[in-house]
């Protein structure tokens, strides 16, 4: 089908036939798809939506633009989470070895900050000599080494997905649910996982401020993910305050250092982390339940595990191979600290 037919059908409110997307994709990948194209697409998608089916084909279409990795190779489950995104949100650096820590591999595919939410792939470049982008063959490396691997996403994962999102982003077209939902989980598809679970942040710090539209997202991502073939869940967690007592990259590293050894965790951040890990840890098969995945993670945390592993992690991937016994010698700090006590309880605005 030729692209202005495709969009018009869309445009006009009609079903698109899986096949007839992934064609258009290709087209999006190859550059026989004009960026104007593109954009009027996504902007029917915007006006019109998407049905289940016709969201899991774009999905796949994305997935398929490039690279699917394989870990078959790998003696344990592989498990990954995903986050819509929040103010002071570093769980992904402690969640990650936690669960590695207890016999999942989690090659975790991170991006960067968009708009007011930090990104975990900008912490990790605040750890010096840290890849963050390394080729496959490091990834692997790292992954089979230390059980997991925290990396931003390659040029050879879902470039349909890049180029698509680069248009979207200068078009008004980033908050549609069906987009959203494809660009999210092709990349997640493109990393090989065996199940996934996904963070759904709802508040004012999160993409999705009304707790229905953040239901609403997840309902889509968990119904279209297990329709392409991949096993995922989804908490509906709290944005309405930062998780952390830290925003900002350097400063949420080092949260998540003194987290990993015991020095100080924030209650709400531990009682997220520790949510989640359960339920990867139960929905990979490592527990019997959720309550038996919380034990198992809370135990790794107490015993140091996650740590250790957090620390090979940080090795794998060409950063100080002490950085966990010696991270305020590595991390940059602010030219100016200057206490601030507020005289009392509230809220900054």
Not at 111 to 124: A, E, Q
Not at 221 to 245: C, F, H, Q, R, W
Not at 269 to 275: F, G, Y
Request: glycine content about 10%; some cysteine; overall charge neutral.
């Amino acid at each position: 089908m030729l692209p202005a037919e495709f969009i018009r059908r869309k445009r006009d409110g009609k079903p698109l036939a899986a096949d007839d997307i992934a064609g258009f994709m290709k087209g999006v990948t190859k550059g026989s798809v004009s960026e104007g194209q593109a954009a009027a697409f996504a902007m029917a998608v915007f006006f019109n939506g998407m049905s289940r089916d016709e969201a899991v084909a774009l999905t796949l279409a994305m997935r398929d633009s490039g690279d699917v990795l394989d870990w078959s190779d790998l003696p344990g489950p592989v498990a990954d989470k995903h986050s819509t995104g929040g103010v002071g949100d570093n769980v992904s650096l402690m969640l990650a070895p936690i669960v590695a820590s207890c016999g999942a591999y989690v090659p975790m595919i991170s991006g960067r900050g968009l708009g007011h939410t930090g990104g975990t792939l900008d912490k990790m470049d605040s750890i010096p000599g840290y890849a963050s982008q390394p080729d496959n063959a490091l990834f692997r490396k790292a992954v089979r080494e230390a059980g997991c691997a925290i990396i931003g996403q390659t040029a050879d994962l879902a470039p349909a997905d890049k180029r698509l999102y680069a248009i979207r982003d200068v078009t008004a077209t980033v908050e549609s649910i069906p987009l959203i939902t494809a660009s999210i989980l092709s990349k997640k598809l493109a990393a090989g996982l065996q199940s996934l679970v996904l963070d759904v942040k709802a508040g004012n710090g999160a993409f999705m401020a009304r707790p229905k539209d953040a239901a609403a997202l997840a309902k889509s991502l968990v119904e279209v993910a297990n329709g392409a073939g991949l096993k995922t869940s989804a908490l509906i967690t709290d944005m309405n305050e930062p998780l952390a007592s830290a925003a900002g990259n350097a400063v949420e590293v080092r949260n998540a250092v003194d987290f990993l050894t015991v020095r100080h965790r924030d209650p709400r951040l531990e009682e997220v982390t520790l949510a989640l890990a359960a339920e990867m840890l139960a929905a990979s098969g490592l527990a019997s339940s959720n309550a038996d995945g919380f034990a198992l993670a809370k135990e790794s945390l107490t015993g140091g595990r996650a740590a250790e592993t957090f620390g090979r992690m940080v090795k794998a991937l060409g950063g100080p191979a002490d950085f966990v016994e010696h991270s305020d010698r590595y991390l940059p700090s602010a030219k100016i600290e200057w206490p601030l006590a507020s005289p009392r309880s509230g809220f900054i605005s």
